[in-house]
């Protein structure tokens, strides 16, 4: 065995082992998809739950929502301007909320 292959073999061998000091970003990659489903999904229930009882501002924020949501979702991963976009039609929505 040559010194050039000895030394491919460990380094193929550090780099083959290396791939489980990913697992746990993937695992949270995971776990946070899962999160916006659910609340793509929440947010939808919470949409039928109250469409005859909201008035036409909170309709209308719930729908830009989940719009939102389903913009996110369907890139797969988000940028600081859609997490922007949340927070403002988050906020809207507690802003409508609270102020009759």
């Known amino acids: 065995m040559t010194m050039r292959s ?3 073999r460990i ?3 550090y780099i083959f082992n290396s791939r489980w000091l990913l697992t746990p970003f993937y695992l949270g990659l995971v776990l946070v998809v899962a999160a916006l489903g659910i609340t793509f999904f929440r947010e939808l229930w ?3 739950a109250m ?3 909201a008035g036409e ?4 924020l719930l729908v830009l929502s989940l719009f ?3 913009l996110t979702l369907a ?3 988000s940028t600081v301007l859609q997490g922007g976009v949340h927070l403002v039609i988050f906020a809207a929505f507690l802003v ?3 102020v009759p």
């Open 96 to 98: 409508m909320s609270a």
């Open 6 to 8: 000895r030394v491919e």
């Open 11 to 13: 380094v193929e061998r």
């Open 46 to 48: 919470h949409l039928y």
């Open 68 to 70: 939102a949501s389903t």
């Open 75 to 77: 890139a797969g991963r």
């Open 51 to 53: 469409v005859f009882t």
């Open 57 to 60: 501002a909170e309709v209308v």
